[in-house]
Structure formats: structure tokens, C-alpha cells
């Protein structure tokens, strides 16, 4: 669960069109939600509130090892109109989940828009008690790919009295590049992401729905702390797509320390609308070292409206949830007592008008292609009824990928419980995070084997309270 | 003085799974620096066979309960030691340990490692041999505050040291350097420190205060008398009433007070004298033996009756010089019979004389004054011995009862009791008893509260778990119930005896064996 402040800072990145999972230390973001999630310790009590739309505010309360606190201050100078209190805000937004990753094509056309966010800035600051530690952040976009983030903490109790890290960013819809410098150990990072593929293929973006939706990034880190001449370097790759039949989301990654001989592969996969699965294969060649990790999240939908509406969508789906999902709808309706609008299935459209319209390539009654002749460049003379399918297309039904997407999005989840566990660590991680009256509630738990003794012993127990509005 | 120190004792399991246990646990206390990736377990210890060398070069101070002494130690022996962990490759996991240990809540000056700080984790063994130790330490022992060894100089001159790394012989040097500097301050501030606690904790010093607050509370609700001799369970503690009236007698002796508090089953030093007049002391005895000298005589000399000096005025008055004679040869015979500890029973096996002695084997002798005094006169103890067998009566009936002394006074002479009865006797005696029938009195030891033994304090109620506690005795405890008992076994044991012994004096005034006179009696 993302902290208030974390998340105002997450709709500041959305609101200036900065994308982070072209970032590279976000190349795996997907598979440690899932599988290194961490557990809360003690109570935790935080309150939020954003009292103008450039500012909010945050007042934190736990009793790990005493009881202390922070206040925390947060300043944007874009208007930060897209964030929500805990009392509506969808779990989806709120948790650290699965990130399905757009391809970045159509970004020309926010190019225009975030012109007057090329200045924006961010300020945020904390202060803990007792103790007096001090925490600042300051995010500064130079131009409309490039930001500054400076983050700093202070406490008097350390030797140097705090530690000050600066990112200079370059994030391009091909690449992303960064420069890191700390002044802790003069440590100095570079770090950068390539996208491959040509993914703006802009012209046939109205024409034909994007079956192609995946995206191969490569990225690289190199690290190297000069005061104590302690280097590091790991490469990344990922490979996000789209199951063409289904429109779920999947995304593999295999990352490589070459210096250590580590080699780390995941495959997460959003299984259905509410689970997602993931699990990572780490292997060290050196050492012939081995281990195993699997995870998945499940959500839980809302007592309120159980079942998600389809009332201004068609979809045209495959899979048995959505079967039943379509089905659930119907029912839904026929005890509201209303008129029956039946989801128009792919057979229905393809039997009442077979050339107007292109949905899935792939018809999954008989598995057999139909690709529709109208579509192809060399008849000019249908082009007007081309324009007229695409039209009509992009207004009434939607490909099974962004049908899937806003599926997931407008979901209404109550609570999501997540498990992990890992062979070689020997150890379960559970939590539980949901939504309690107007309160967003996290608990959970992680049990681990004593390698000495060899029994079952909890490491970590907490809960924590959030309120925002 | 040096020592020969059984080294062959040392090889013994158990001791060296308890080596290993405490050694595991010093090396993984408190928190492991993240260059470790496990904890330190010990892979094998040996203590070789080659003993060390232990020489005490001087003894500053030597007391019951302190010793100072300087020693000197030197060791070329054949102990290893190996040691097994995992140590942390990546330099950069060690970067992020440590970054992360400054973070306030959570991660935020780190920046996020994709998996260059994967952790890489190489065995280690480390094998210490070769150890040579020569050092001049000193060892103060003090029972109040401990065991402390000091060294004087750096007892470390050289150590062995190999790894898995010997091959690296940058990494070779380091160990090396690391673990000697390690061991010198163990030898400097670790050692020391822990020797201190360890004696603490054998010493059980500061359990006694603690068991004090423990017992105060219970205590102060039962207000029983410390010394209240029916409830035997009660006996173990400061009651508020006990003290009160401690504090009591204190005023008095300080504000020269008439009214003196009495306290059950103690003899006031002003009142002392009513008991000492029944002392058998060597005049007593002589008086009873010879049943002529006349109660005049008597009279004038009993007010001296605690010395044992040798009535010369008896001698000088008397003009008839066989009275004279055989007075003395009564005294040289009273004399000789303590000395030579005659038993009634076989004359011919004379017990050699104690000597003066000091045992420092057997404590609980050795922990009292008095005992030592009675070592150094044992004449006088067995005076004692005799006194302590007459005072049940002495304390039973009034004091003032003068129609008893005759027949206290019947008792001829001293106890004639056989060595190792009266040993049995102190042995199952506590010695506080002496307190009781020789030192009352503000001067005296039993109202010094600050003695050299340390204070202990006793649970007001039996209680089953705390047991052990009764084997604690006070000072100012006295078991007044098991005096009493002991004395009263010992009046039956006398009066089955006196028949016995009438008979072995007639045998023996007759026979009259001569017998050495005994060694110049200093007094």
C-alpha cells in the first residue's frame, strides 16, 4: 500500500505525463509487488489530508520499538485534481500491484498538452519525532523529459548528520536515461532503459486496433561507490505483451548480475480480472545457488456492486470468467427488472454485419482467421467504409486488450490478499489489505523457519491504518 | 610459587561443548556487521596438549575474602581454534546494508538497486593456531565487588592465522592484522570485563538486594520477631519490630539509657556476670575438686572468675604446704587434662595436642572470629563447650535464681569430652551461638552489622521454590530452637556420662597417672 504522500506524488508523475515504468529501476516492479511486498511492523496510524489542490498534509502515529511519529508537509505547483481520499479511491490506484505496461506510442499527442507542466515542481518534506530527523524531496522538471529529484534526510544521530541523493532523469518515450550521485560513500550511478521496436506506427493507430501491444525493454545500471571502491553492475530485460485472445496482461523480465554470476527470471501474469500470479527463478552460476519464489494477489470484489457492469461496453471475450462475468450481468439486469441489453458477443456482430467491423483477428468460435478484405491497402475504392469500420470500432466496442484494461479499472475491489513464499529463504509472507469503513487497512504477516532449530517463528507482525481525504 | 595446571582435564567433552556454546554465543552477540552473512559457528576446538605456563609472582593482599596477587603467564602451546561463516562478496550489498541502516522509516536516500546488491555470500574458515601469550597480569579478588584481571602488558606476541583466503595474500594480510588487533583487545577489555561479570554473577552479589525488597513487603505484613523462637520459619527475618528494637538498644548504648530493651534469649553485657560466675573456669574447677578450699576463699576470688590465671593469691595465702601442693598439682592436672584431651575412657591413647592452626580448607570454621580464637586457646573452647552445655538450664530458670547454682555448680570440672564430640558440636552449632553465650554487646561483632560476610536475607515464609534460601543464614540469625535441642541432647548425654565419669575420676584420682605438665600457659 502506497503511502498518501506516495501517492500524491505517483498522480504529480501522471498529471506531467512522466512515465515510470520507463524507468529502470522499475523494470521489475510488477513481480516484487507480488513477491517482495512488505509487511507493516507494529501499528501504524496515518492521517492525510489534501487541503488545497497544491498542497496536503500528513500526520503518521506508531509503536515500532516506541512510539513516534511524523508529520509531513507536500507541495506541487500543478494542480493535483486527479487523487482521491481513501473513502472512494479504487484499490487498484492505492496498492503496489501489477503495472500493465503501455507501449509509449501515442505520445505526440501529449507532447502539446504538457507544455505547461515543463516547470512543475515538487516539494515535499517530513519531520520525525522524537529524534528529530528530517526528510525533504524536491522534484523539478527542466523540460518535458528531463527532472531533477533530489531527496536528502538529515538526523543528527548519523556520523555525517544526513545523506543527500540526486537523480538527474531523462525520460523519452524510446529511452530513459539517468544520472545518480550520493553523497553517501560518493557512490555514482548511471543507469538507462531502451525501448525496442517501433512502437508509433501512428498512422494505423484509428485503422486497426493494436493487436500488437507489447513492449521489449533493455536497460542497464552501473554503480560504483568511490569511497569505498565498491562496484556494481546489473542488465534487465523485459518483455511485456498482451494474450491476444484474451487481453491479459503478462510480463517477463530476466535480469543478470554478470560481476556475480546472478541471474533472476520472472513471469507475472494477470490470470483473471482479480488474480495475478508471478513467480521468479533466481540462479547463480558461480555458486550453482538456486531458489524458487511464488506469489500471487487475489481481489475481492465489493459487497456494494459485486459485479462489475458492461453497460456501455461490449466485449468479446473467450474466457470462462468473462462468460460468466457477461452472464452475471444479464442476471443482474433481469432482477433489476429492465430492459435486457444483450453484450453484444462477437457472433452476434459478425453474424448481423460481417464487413464493417474488425474486433479480434482471431474468431474464437471456429479458430479460423478472418481477417476482413476491406481492411487491405490495395482496395482504395472501400477506403471511406474502411474510415467508416474504424469509426465505428473505436465508438462502439473496443479490442479485447483495452476491454480487459478498463475491465481492471473500473472494478470495484473490497480487500486484496497477497501470499508469497520462497523455497530456498523458507519463508510465507501474508497480507491482507482492504478497504474498513473509510479506512484503508493493511495486516498481514511473515512467518519464517529458524535455520538453527528449525521451527516456525513469526519475524514480522503489523497493521496499518490510513485515512485520507 | 608457580602452578602445575592439569591441562589433560581440559579434554574432556563437556567442557569443550561448553567452550563452544559460550564462545558461539560471544562471537554472534549483538549485531553481526553486514560484511558477515551468517552467523560464526565454531567448526573445532582443540586445547592441545601443551599446558601453560602459571607463575603467581607476588601476593599483595591476602584475606578471607580478597586476594591481590601479580602472576605471569606464558604459552606456546598447540591450541586451534576454527572458526566457520559467510562472508559477503558483493561490495555493494554491504553499501546498500549499510545505507539502509541510516534510513529513517523506510527506504528513501538508497536508491533502488535493480540487482547489482544481490548478495554473494563466500564461505569462510578462519583457523587460529600457534597462539604465544607471554603477559604479567594481576588478579584482584575482592568478595564484594569481584574477580578483576588486568594485564599489564600485551600478552599477545604472536598468533596464527589461516583462511580460506591464504591464497589472496592481500586478503591474507588483512585477516592477519584484523584478528590480532581483534584478539589484543579482547586480551585488553573483553577478557576482563567478562571475567568480572562472570564472578559477579557466581557471587551472586547483587541477588541480595534484590531478594531484600522482595521479602520487605511480606515481611512487614507478618511483623513476627526475628527471634521468636517458636516459629522456625520466621527466624529468617528483618522484622520492622526487630528492628525497631535494635534501633532501641542502640539509643540506649548511645544515650547511656538505663532502660535497656530485652531481647528473648539474649544476655545483656550488664547482666553478663550472673552467667559467668557459673562458668567452669579454673578456678571453679578447682574449687569443686578439691571441695576444701572454703566458700570465703572462694568468694573473694569469684569475682575474677574470667580469667584463668592461676589463683597465685591462694597460693601465697596459704601457709600449709601440702594444701599448696596439691592445689598445684590440681591446677597442672586440670591444665594437662584440657591440653592433652584425656578421654575418660582409655588413658593410654593421649590425642597429640592441638596445635595452633589455621585451616583455610574449611571455611565455615575459618569465617568467624571466635573460631579462631578458639583454635588459638583451646582450652578455653572447651570451657566454652561446657558453659554452652549448661545454659539451657541457666536460661530456662530465672538468672537470678540463686538455689540453682549449687547444683550448677555440681558439674565438677570441665566437660571431659572427646575431641571430635566437641567438633561434632561446633560443626552443628552455627556459630552465631558463640555470639550468644560470650560477645553481647554493642561492641561486639553480633551488632555490627556491617560485616565482613556479606548480608543475606531470608524469606519470611517457607517457601517451597526458595529453599535454598535457608542454607543463606544472617548474621544476626540465631537458631535458638536447635541450640536449645543440641543442648538438651547434650545435658542427657552428660548425666548418662556423669555416672560414668564419677566412676573414671574415682579410677582416676586413684591411679593419679603422671602426666607431663603442660606448656607455659600464657595469660
Known amino acids: ?469 | 610459587m608457580s602452578f602445575k595446571v592439569n591441562w589433560k582435564s581440559l579434554e574432556t567433552d563437556s567442557l569443550t561443548s561448553w567452550t563452544k556454546d559460550l564462545l558461539t554465543s560471544a562471537l554472534n552477540s549483538g549485531k553481526s556487521p553486514n560484511i558477515l552473512a551468517s552467523s560464526i559457528s565454531i567448526k573445532d576446538l582443540n586445547f592441545g596438549k601443551i599446558a601453560p605456563n602459571f607463575e603467581i609472582l607476588e601476593i599483595g593482599e591476602l584475606g578471607r575474602d580478597r586476594f591481590r596477587g601479580i602472576f605471569k603467564i606464558n604459552y606456546e602451546g598447540d591450541f586451534h581454534l576454527t572458526l566457520h561463516t559467510n562472508v559477503q562478496a558483493n561490495p555493494l550489498n554491504i553499501y546498500y546494508s549499510n545505507s539502509m541502516e541510516k534510513e529513517i522509516d523506510s527506504q528513501f536516500v538508497t536508491p533502488n538497486f535493480l540487482l547489482s546488491n544481490e548478495q554473494f555470500a563466500l564461505p569462510l574458515d578462519l583457523k587460529l593456531s600457534d597462539i604465544k601469550i607471554s603477559g604479567i597480569g594481576i588478579i584482584v579478588f575482592s568478595k564484594s565487588k569481584g574477580l578483576t584481571l588486568v594485564f599489564r602488558n600485551d600478552p599477545l606476541d604472536s598468533i596464527k592465522v589461516s583462511s580460506t583466503f591464504d591464497t589472496v595474500q592481500v586478503l591474507a594480510n588483512f585477516l592477519q592484522k584484523q584478528i590480532e588487533t581483534q584478539i589484543r583487545d579482547l586480551f585488553r577489555e573483553t577478557l576482563p570485563t567478562l571475567i568480572h561479570q562472570f564472578s559477579l554473577k557466581y557471587l551472586s552479589l547483587d541477588n541480595n538486594s534484590d531478594d531484600l525488597h522482595a521479602h520487605f513487603a511480606s515481611s512487614s505484613r507478618t511483623h513476627s520477631s526475628a527471634l521468636d523462637p517458636d516459629n522456625e520459619f520466621n527466624n529468617f527475618t528483618y522484622s520492622s519490630k526487630n528492628l525497631q528494637k535494635n534501633l532501641q538498644l542502640f539509643n540506649t548504648r548511645e544515650t547511656l539509657d538505663l532502660h535497656i530493651p530485652k531481647f528473648k534469649g539474649i544476655i545483656q553485657r550488664s547482666h553478663l556476670e550472673k552467667f559467668t560466675q557459673n562458668y567452669p573456669s579454673l578456678l571453679n574447677s578447682l574449687y569443686l575438686n578439691l571441695h576444701e578450699i572454703d566458700m570465703k576463699s572462694y568468694n573473694t576470688y569469684n569475682n575474677n572468675t574470667g580469667s584463668n590465671g592461676i589463683p597465685i593469691d591462694l597460693l601465697i595465702n596459704d601457709k600449709n604446704f601440702n594444701r599448696t601442693n596439691r592445689v598445684l598439682k590440681e591446677i597442672s592436672d586440670i591444665q594437662s587434662n584440657s591440653f592433652y584431651k584425656q578421654s575418660n575412657n582409655n588413658k593410654d591413647t593421649t590425642v597429640k595436642p592441638k596445635r595452633r592452626r589455621i585451616k583455610y580448607s574449611t571455611r565455615k570454621k575459618a569465617a568467624s572470629p571466635t573460631s579462631t580464637l578458639i583454635n588459638d586457646d583451646f582450652h578455653m573452647a572447651s570451657l566454652h563447650s561446657s558453659v554452652a552445655s549448661s545454659m539451657p538450664m541457666s536460661m530456662s530458670s530465672s538468672l537470678s535464681d540463686s538455689e540453682e547454682r549449687p547444683q550448677l555448680l555440681a558439674q565438677p570440672r570441665p566437660m571431659r569430652i572427646s575431641p571430635d564430640f566437641y567438633q561434632a558440636f561446633l560443626k552443628s552449632t552455627p556459630e552465631q551461638c558463640w555470639y550468644q553465650c560470650k560477645r553481647v554487646g554493642l561492641g561486639t561483632n553480633y551488632f555490627n552489622f556491617a560485616t565482613s560476610q556479606p548480608i543475606s536475607t531470608s524469606p519470611i515464609k517457607k517457601d517451597p521454590a526458595r529453599d535454598f534460601i535457608k542454607e543463606k543464614k544472617s548474621i544476626n540469625y540465631i537458631d535458638i530452637n536447635k541450640v536449645n535441642n543440641k543442648l538438651k541432647e547434650l545435658s542427657m548425654d552428660r548425666s548418662g556420662k556423669r555416672k560414668q565419669r564419677n566412676y573414671g575420676s574415682a579410677t582416676y584420682e586413684s591411679e593419679n597417672p603422671i602426666v607431663a605438665p603442660p606448656p607455659p600457659y600464657s595469660h
Open chain 1, 1 to 469: 500500500m502506497y503511502t498518501y504522500m506516495e501517492y500524491l506524488q505517483k498522480c504529480f508523475y501522471k498529471s506531467t505525463n512522466w512515465n515510470e515504468d520507463n524507468i529502470f529501476s522499475n523494470i521489475t516492479a510488477s513481480s516484487s509487488a507480488i513477491l517482495d511486498f512488505p509487511i507493516p511492523t507494529g501499528f501504524k496510524l496515518d492521517s492525510s489530508n489534501k487541503s488545497t489542490e497544491y498542497s496536503a498534509s500528513s500526520f503518521t502515529l506508531s509503536n515500532y520499538h516506541s512510539i513516534n511519529g511524523s508529520l509531513a508537509y507536500l507541495y506541487s505547483s500543478v494542480p493535483l485534481r486527479n487523487t482521491m481520499g481513501t473513502k472512494e479511491i479504487s484499490l487498484q490506484d492505492a496498492l503496489v500491484g501489477f503495472r500493465i505496461i503501455e507501449p509509449s506510442s501515442n505520445n505526440h499527442k501529449q507532447l502539446s498538452s504538457s507544455k505547461r507542466h515543463d516547470r512543475s515542481s515538487l516539494l515535499y518534506g517530513r519531520m520525525y519525532f522524537p529524534g528529530s530527523a528530517l526528510e525533504a524531496m524536491i522534484i523539478k522538471r527542466i523540460s518535458a523529459h528531463t527532472q531533477l529529484l533530489i531527496k536528502c534526510i538529515n538526523n543528527p544521530h548519523m556520523d555525517k548528520n544526513g545523506t543527500m541523493i540526486v537523480y538527474l532523469q531523462k525520460n523519452a518515450p524510446k529511452y530513459s536515461r539517468e544520472f545518480i550521485y550520493s553523497t553517501n560513500e560518493s557512490l555514482i550511478g548511471f543507469r538507462c532503459l531502451y525501448n525496442l521496436g517501433n512502437s508509433d506506427n501512428s498512422l494505423n493507430t484509428a485503422l486497426i486496433p493494436k493487436f500488437d501491444n507489447s513492449v521489449i525493454s533493455i536497460g542497464t545500471e552501473l554503480w560504483y561507490a568511490a569511497r569505498t571502491m565498491s562496484p556494481g553492475l546489473s542488465t534487465a530485460f523485459r518483455y511485456s505483451t498482451r494474450s491476444t485472445s484474451t487481453g491479459k496482461p503478462l510480463t517477463m523480465t530476466l535480469a543478470v548480475n554478470p560481476i556475480l554470476g546472478h541471474l533472476s527470471s520472472t513471469y507475472t501474469v494477470k490470470t483473471s480480472v482479480a488474480s495475478t500470479f508471478s513467480s521468479r527463478y533466481d540462479f547463480n552460476f558461480f555458486s550453482y545457488a538456486s531458489n524458487l519464489s511464488l506469489g500471487f494477489e487475489l481481489y475481492n470484489y465489493s459487497r456494494e456492486n459485486p459485479v462489475h457492469s458492461f453497460a456501455n461496453r461490449s466485449v468479446n471475450l473467450s474466457s470462462e470468467e468473462n462468460r460468466f462475468l457477461s452472464h452475471q450481468d444479464r442476471k443482474v439486469r433481469g432482477q433489476h427488472g429492465g430492459n435486457t441489453i444483450p453484450i453484444r458477443s462477437h457472433t452476434s456482430i459478425a453474424q448481423k454485419d460481417h464487413s464493417n467491423m474488425i474486433i479480434n483477428p482471431i474468431q474464437n468460435l471456429d479458430n479460423y482467421y478472418h481477417i476482413n478484405p476491406t481492411l487491405l491497402p490495395e482496395k482504395k475504392k472501400l477506403l471511406d467504409e474502411v474510415e467508416l469500420a474504424a469509426h465505428l470500432s473505436s465508438e462502439n466496442s473496443e479490442s479485447v486488450t483495452t476491454a480487459f484494461q478498463n475491465l481492471v479499472n473500473e472494478s470495484d475491489f473490497a480487500s486484496v490478499v497477497k501470499f508469497s513464499t520462497s523455497l530456498n529463504d523458507r519463508m510465507v509472507k501474508i497480507l491482507w489489505e482492504g478497504r474498513v469503513k473509510d479506512f484503508l487497512v493493511s495486516t498481514g504477516v511473515k512467518v519464517g523457519m529458524n535455520p538453527v532449530t528449525n521451527a516456525p517463528e513469526f519475524n514480522r507482525f503489523g497493521v496499518s491504518f490510513s485515512y485520507a481525504c
